[in-house]
DNA sequence: GGTGAGGCGGACAACGTTGTCACCCGGGAT
DNA sequence: ATCCCGGGTGACAACGTTGTCCGCCTCACC
């Protein structure tokens, strides 16, 4: 900018304020720095303006993990809003590592972002509090904080839809119904827990359900040891989109009714076609943005939880007969 | 930093030599500082230590759409190696837009990003000259620079694998093979299509090849054309995943060889099990970043050409016969 | 006890931008 | 003629950090 001021023989400020559009500059200077600017190419340099004014215009994302497309469909529904607002969007995979989560915010806020949005790992986030209090607002997405923190969530009706499934299965006919979930840790997986739960009522087997970090193996494992009890399960709800995917695989084409939890590409094109409870990544990561972004221009209301709606998807799988 | 200095009692100087490791400093004094520091809640200010030091340590990548399985496990890589090299990431997309690409480099530049990975659209890259002669490196992936423009690029061996899946079909004994492509505008399907050419040799006809955008309506249309033939095709090569999907859509079980470039997600588990040509776009994006980081590194070499190598992955159903 | 070295701490400038305020100058009102 | 006004312009400080350089203090050694 120096320089620009020198070739065109105007002050600093002037440059400054040509880039700026501040009026009170004469149409004829602001064309002769207009020229020097386009001749040495230059372009301002925003890590100084950012120092001066305080806001760096950045948003930081932090998800789980950004090839999952669950994650990304959110991510990408982020970014739009985020590039509407004239903001730019870091974006970061805690691969479900409390940990580097922490140190992803911590980074993130070094760097002074605006705000963050969340797809939290772990179940403490005072280490957020700070923060909160420093200014920078945060937003959580699928999943709320730890206890002792309320902030904007935006969450989808987890226990909702596993009802929805279930009674979906039970409807057909089934009654021994099987649940595989993720680790019950995760506050999805427990809350569809709970759903799967309170719609199977007194048929409720605790045999029938496995819970935990889900590999090939492990799904592979519980199945068979399901299916090898007195009265297996004619029936399968799997707690989340991966969990339906590896359980289609361990199933090898034995023949199974199946709700899954999540929508996922293909779903419709396999045989039979996989029903499914259906959540809207992008619904919730364009509403976790809106949110953010009514803090930032000042919003000062209570935490605000948006519970979004599931929706049943049949599509074959969750139609059999047991 | 200077509130940290008077509560320890200290010069400004000394808490930086604190925050920064530097020698030089008596324990004790250290130990008061970081008292001080955590008692305050001090975080360092990145926005003006990168004033400072000129460097950001921030990566900008933009991609057609972060919401694509391809291209989000693409990020993902990149993502892995920028934060192992202590920076972060910033994502953008640029919807195939060249418009909004430029938009969102010229953005990324004036926030002076250390260096570019880019999925380019469009085909005039020129405008990114002054930033490359301004020391901002940048790396193309999945696609190379338009003409007059030559940087570090990694891409597929496009034609290769189109020969490849071209041959496959052939050797099952098909003689009408059908290719769909995306918009020959684009650096990738034109690739593909001079390796189907190429192999189909003076089987060729034009009458088997539609290439555009592809939409449901569009493919859809195509294949209805191509179907009601005198001698219609009796296998199908997709030039990308996308379209394989749609492919297999429009078919509506109808039984016809097929082969796909690009692998995805539950490509197993159809019936039959789809043939495809898989890249690797993990690797891609790893390798694109590591590119970076050499040149971030003071590399000086001439631009590196990168191709990876494809693998035809045969699963049913490019080995049905005609 | 004087002196030099080395360890430690501090003052100051600079990075590139913008907000504040003051200046200059011409023209119209008094 | 004097004053004032306001459009156009510029000088300067400040944002928070770090590199440079300087000075002080202590300790060991002569």
Chains 1, 2 share one sequence.
Do not use: W
Request: charged share 25%.
């Amino acid at each position: 900018m120096k320089d620009v001021a020198s070739a065109a023989g105007v002050a600093l400020k002037t440059v400054s304020r040509v880039v700026n559009g501040e009026p009170g500059v004469h149409p004829a200077t602001a064309e002769r720095v207009r020229e020097a600017i386009d001749r040495l190419g230059y372009s301002r340099n925003e890590s100084a303006r950012v120092l001066r004014a305080g806001r760096t215009s950045t948003v930081g994302l932090v998800i789980e993990d950004l090839a999952d497309p669950f994650y990304s469909v959110l991510g990408r529904a982020v970014e739009d809003v985020v590039i509407g607002e004239g903001c730019l969007l870091l974006s970061a995979s805690s691969s479900e590592d409390p940990a580097r989560e922490r140190e992803l915010v911590r980074t993130f806020c070094a760097r002074r972002v605006d705000g963050l949005i969340m797809v939290p790992a772990g179940h403490d986030h005072s280490y957020l509090r700070q923060e909160l209090e420093a200014g920078t607002p945060a937003v959580f997405a699928d999943r709320p904080p730890g206890p002792g923190l309320d902030v904007d969530t935006v969450l989808c009706d987890n226990a909702g839809g596993a009802v929805l499934a279930t009674r979906h299965l039970l409807a057909h006919g089934h009654r021994r119904i099987a649940f595989l979930g993720d680790d019950p840790s995760i506050f999805t997986a427990a809350r569809r827990l709970h759903g799967y739960r309170s719609a199977m009522g007194h048929l409720y087997d605790e045999r029938l359900v496995a819970m935990r970090t889900p590999t090939p193996g492990s799904v592979r494992a519980d199945l068979e040891r399901m299916l090898s009890l007195d009265r297996p399960p004619t029936a399968l709800f799997t707690g989340n989109g991966r969990l339906t995917v590896t359980a289609l695989r361990a199933l090898e084409g034995r023949p199974m009714a199946l709700t899954g939890f999540d929508d996922f590409e293909l779903a419709d094109l396999l045989t039979p076609g996989v029903t499914v409870v259906a959540q809207d990544p992008a619904g919730m990561g364009r509403i976790a943005a809106e949110l953010l972004f009514r803090r930032l221009s000042g919003e000062d209301a209570p935490p605000r939880h948006v519970t979004l709606p599931v929706r049943l998807v049949p599509r074959g799988s969750g139609e059999l007969p047991p």
